[in-house]
C-alpha cells in the first residue's frame, strides 16, 4: 500500500524558515513523481514544484521561485520542501501527492497517492 506521510509545518514568524518533509512507503514504481500542493480554505489549490526520478525538477509558483526548494533522499524515501523567507500569504496546508507518470505533472487529478497535509502558519 503507498503512504505519504508529511511533517515539518508549524507557526513561525515571517522571514523564518521551514522544511516540510514527505516520507513515501510502498511506491517501487520505475517512474516516480513527488509534487508539492498547498491549499487556503476557500481557495483553489496551488501547485508549488515536482520532482521525478528519472525527468528532474519542475518549478510552478512563481510567488515562492527563489524561496522554496524541493528535493530528495532516496536513501531515506524522503521527499523534502525547504521554505525560506516565509512570508503571511504562505500560510496554507501543505500537501504532497506520487504517482507513477513519466514526468511530473502540476495537475492535482495526476496524483493517485496524497498525505494528510501538514499545516504551515506564518505571522507578521
Known amino acids: 500500500e503507498v503512504q505519504l506521510v508529511e511533517s515539518g509545518g508549524g507557526l513561525v514568524q515571517a522571514g523564518e524558515s521551514l522544511k516540510l518533509s514527505c516520507v513515501v512507503s510502498g511506491f517501487t514504481f520505475d517512474d516516480r513523481a513527488i509534487t508539492w500542493f498547498r491549499q487556503v480554505a476557500g481557495k483553489e489549490r496551488e501547485v508549488i514544484s515536482c520532482?521525478?526520478?528519472?525527468?528532474?525538477?519542475?518549478k510552478y509558483l512563481e510567488p515562492v521561485e527563489g524561496r522554496f526548494t524541493i528535493s530528495s533522499d532516496n536513501a531515506k524515501n524522503t521527499v523534502y520542501l525547504q521554505m525560506d523567507k516565509l512570508k503571511p500569504e504562505d500560510t496554507a496546508l501543505y500537501y504532497c501527492?506520487?504517482?507513477?507518470?513519466?514526468?511530473?505533472?502540476?495537475?492535482?487529478?495526476?496524483?493517485?497517492?496524497w498525505g494528510q497535509g501538514t499545516q504551515v502558519t506564518v505571522s507578521s
Open positions: 520532482i521525478h526520478n528519472r525527468r528532474g525538477v519542475m
Open positions: 501527492a506520487a504517482d507513477a507518470i513519466t514526468r511530473c505533472s502540476p495537475d492535482a487529478w495526476a496524483y493517485d497517492y
